[in-house]
């Protein structure tokens, strides 16, 4: 199980690095982008994408969830905007970076 941002930041990493090309950047936002999270915490991550991921999203989630040993949530930059703008959560203004693909 994943206790601090670090740990966080590498499963995610990890997970998404050589298996997701769809995945242009990768952040971490919620509780463990802010240090306080506790045990029962999930994970939150935002990925920005380049393409469609289809059934491929819920596999990433998964892969995500296994490694890191606890539930994860992901949202994308265009479902950030939708929350932001419905609920006025700073999800952007907070989200900590975690990858970024490299450029061919």
């Not at 499963?11 to 936002?29: C, G, H, L, M, S």
């Not at 969830?65 to 994860?72: I, M, P, S």
Request: aromatic share 8%.
């Amino acid at each position: 199980m994943v206790r601090t941002f670090g740990e966080a930041a590498m499963v995610v990493r990890d997970a998404i690095e050589n298996k997701y090309p769809q995945v242009n950047r990768a952040f971490i936002f919620g509780s463990f982008a802010e240090g306080v999270q506790t045990t029962e915490s999930d994970l939150d991550v935002l990925v920005e994408l380049n393409d469609s991921m289809g059934l491929q999203f819920i596999s990433m989630i998964q892969d995500i969830e296994e490694a890191a040993g606890t539930a994860v949530d992901v949202i994308t930059i265009k479902q950030a905007h939708d929350i932001e703008e419905k609920f006025g959560y700073d999800i952007l203004g907070k989200a900590r970076p975690v990858y970024e693909r490299a450029k061919s």
